[in-house]
């Protein structure tokens, strides 16, 4: 039984971290804390509105299924069929300090393997679009990690400017394809 239980256990630590190095679970990390603290932070109604706005419009372009809910505080996708690598997504504007508030993007979907569209690449692209919309102002003063991220690893989601995010999108780039272009 003890056997068993340890098999078990050894299957579950694989299937979480498969057969990444180090080096890939640090860089994954990294780019989690990285689209945590790029989260689009609003401050005024006007900068909100235009935030909530792109966060709909974006969220209607990139996910691949249809809005089921869309409130002043939360849009949220219907969700991906079992089996599906089709991404799904949940947006959430939560008040902040300060009378500002923090728009979080979750998306996911109902395949184990993973999804089409890889949910962290798609949080960094949404949270660079919608923070593009805002102006770069709302992630100036943000906070800086405290983790001991490499400074090329901080650089990274800021390679592109908010004009050019802007332009790839209206040339009808991919999320993948934008993030690809501004990591180099």
Known sequence: MKTIAIAAALVCITSLYGCATPEQI?????????????????????????AWSAAQGWVSQNCGMKIQIATDSLIE??????????????????????????????????????????????????????????????????????????????SDSQRCDAAQIKRMREANLTPEQITEICRK
Do not use: H, W
């Not at 640090?26 to 235009?50: H, V």
């Not at 993007?105 to 949270?127: I, Q, V």
């Open 77 to 154: 996708t219907y969700g991906s069929p079992q089996s599906s690598m089709v991404l799904a997504c949940k947006v959430v504007k939560q008040p902040s300090s300060g009378g500002s508030y923090i728009i979080s993007f979750d998306a996911g979907c109902g395949n184990f393997l993973g999804c089409n569209t890889d949910p962290l690449n798609a949080g960094m692209t949404f949270n660079s679009y919608v923070n593009s919309v805002m102006g770069d102002a709302s992630t100036a003063s943000k906070p800086k990690s405290s983790t001991n991220q490499s400074s090329e690893t901080q």
């Open 26 to 50: 640090r860089a994954r990390q990294e780019g989690i804390n990285s689209f945590i603290m790029t989260r689009p932070e609003c401050s005024s109604d006007e900068q909100c509105k235009r």
